[in-house]
């Protein structure tokens, strides 16, 4: 929305241009009748491009005086003048609207319309020349922002945004209400709302854990001294083995007779099997080698 300075205590409304390639639009719907009172961020009016219906938002707070392009208006050039705005608390019925409207809201023939269309794109293009609202160089934003406050940025030429602008939202994101609130057109982001968040308590639940939960005291820096204590006692706690305890009675002869069993399997005899003499089991080794060969 584009607004010229104030003529006959009235502000103009000219078409917004939704996009930097648009130069025509259709006007869907009007948000608002002559006499409503409007706030800052508040929807005026939809406007249709020839991809998607968009929201036209007000800048500052106001009342909207008259308007001259109805709802539903096809082809409507950029630029072009489709209302009066008057500021809150203003006598509508004392206002006196400038001379353009008379023109454009009563009747007149084709070769009229035409004259006053021409007049109405000088007076528009000289106005435009002397208080343009688009910056002409482009805003960059470290972080991906909202759309509203991205159009908001480059309408009003803000640069290093992130800097200058302090994020309410979640997680310090920026709001469109952080940024009408920089510029002094609100007095704070959070509206009508209230700043403060709701919290658990608040609600009859129990507090989180992480709440609850003491803050843990800072650690001490360890000396000299008691950082040699502790890797001495390190190193002695690696140098001590654990004693493992056996509960099974055992023998070396036993032990070493366990590996010479010899480790059969299938159709042997079973008096191979569980010897433990020597000479029994020497014996039994023959008596299998001799099998082995026949």
Known sequence: MSTAAARLAVHKMTMPAMSPTMEKGNLGSWKVKEGDKFSAGDVLLEVETDKAMMDVEADDDGVMAKILVPSGSKDVSVNKLIAYLAEEGDDLSSLELPKEQESSSAPASQSDSKRSQTSESTSETQV???????????????????????????QNAIE?????????????????????????????????????????????LPPSESAAAPEKAPMKALTADEERKLIIDGLVQLTRRPTIASTTAASIDSIFNAYNEPKLSGDIAPEFMGTTDKSSSKASLDRLYEDLLH
Request: charged share 20%; aromatic share 2%; glycine share 10%.
């Open 128 to 154: 435009n020349s002397s208080s343009t609202n688009a910056p002409s160089k482009h805003i960059s934003f470290k972080h991906t922002q909202l759309p509203s406050v991205m159009r908001l940025a480059q």
């Open 160 to 204: 290093n945004l992130e800097d200058s602008v302090k994020g309410t939202g979640l997680h310090g994101l920026i709001t469109k209400g952080d940024v009408l609130a920089h510029l002094g057109k609100v007095k704070s982001p959070f509206g009508t709302a209230s700043s403060k968040r709701t919290k658990l308590t608040d609600m009859g």
